[in-house]
């Protein structure tokens, strides 16, 4: 169960970093608001259509659980951050900002989930935001602002992925995921309102949008399904696979040449995290001895 939900997130991050180019590419054309609208519109319906098939009913009293309804929230606010995000600032930075993300989850599963978390991986952690810091650089003259956004659609998603491990478990993951993308539609419709520049209907624009539907709704599923598969701790440091496929797509597409600080931020990231990983594996090895006498559960918390 574990192995499958790891290989979900990492095929997840694949499909993401695609989407992430088809969002980039749509929003070169069209407004931000007007992308996301047909995305969510576009995604929805192919969950829905899915739902269907697999008669999975979507119109339940558990939509209006609290936990849903959280999630919902959090999912508002990522899909907004990240998609303004994308469309401002290059994919390697991008990607590298939003690698953050499993230390986020670590530290919201220390505070919520009440799992324990050590003093080497808080350290971890704050090294790993030290590293996003050297990638945003807000001292510097490279820094335009809309950084802040791929800052803020992580925390949204961190926060979406912790309340997904808190939804009930009876409530199938194709029905969260429907939700979820339903509920970024009236979003993507108030930027869209506020876009200041008109629609754009073009083929190129309506393929790439068609494109983002595909991998995003994709790769949205498989990320729901695996963080519902195994503990946060241990899945959600293979996001860190994003941090290859989303700059190489940035490079071979759009022509990104990241500078030096942003690898080396990236570096520390990455670092940071497969630190976190490896320390949950040998927690996990050193705890599961208690159960039978061995090791005292204070070695848990190291």
């Known amino acids: 169960m574990t192995l499958r939900a790891i290989l979900l997130m990492i095929l997840s991050m694949a499909l993401l970093a695609g989407s992430d180019a088809f969002y980039k590419l749509a929003t070169q054309i069209a407004p931000i608001g007007q992308v996301m609208t047909l995305v969510s519109l576009g995604g929805t319906a192919l969950f829905v259509a899915m739902a269907a098939v697999m008669g999975v009913r979507l119109v339940t009293r558990d939509a ?3 936990m849903i309804l959280l999630r919902n929230a959090f999912e508002v606010i990522g899909a907004i951050g990240l998609v303004t995000g994308i469309a401002h600032v290059s994919l390697p930075v991008f990607a590298a900002i939003i690698q953050t993300g499993p230390l986020v989850v670590t530290v919201g599963a220390a505070i919520f989930l009440k799992e324990e978390i050590g003093p080497r991986r808080w350290a971890a952690v704050a090294i790993g935001l030290f590293g996003m810091l050297l990638v945003i650089r807000p001292w510097s003259a490279t820094f335009t602002g809309w950084e802040l956004f791929a800052v803020m659609g992580i925390a949204g998603l961190s926060g979406r992925d912790l309340v997904t491990r808190l939804s009930p478990s009876h409530i199938p993951a194709l029905a969260i995921s429907t939700w979820g993308f339903g509920i970024t539609i009236p979003a993507g419709m108030v930027l869209w309102l506020l876009a200041e520049t008109p629609a754009d209907w073009s083929a190129p624009t309506l393929w790439f949008v068609l494109g983002a539907v595909v991998v ?3 790769g949205y599923l498989a990320i729901t399904t695996a963080m519902r598969l195994a503990p946060a701790s241990i899945v959600a440091p293979f996001r860190y696979t994003r941090l290859i496929f989303t700059p190489a797509l940035g490079m071979l597409i759009f022509g990104d040449r990241p500078d030096l600080m942003t690898y080396v931020g990236a570096a520390v990231i990455f670092a940071a ?8 594996r ?12 061995g090791l005292p559960p204070a070695r848990a918390a190291k």
């Open 282 to 293: 040998a927690l996990a090895r050193q705890v599961a001895p208690v159960a039978t006498g």
């Open 273 to 280: 995290g497969l630190y976190t990983f490896v320390r949950e």
């Open 64 to 66: 209006l659980h609290p």
């Open 216 to 218: 995003t709704t994709t």
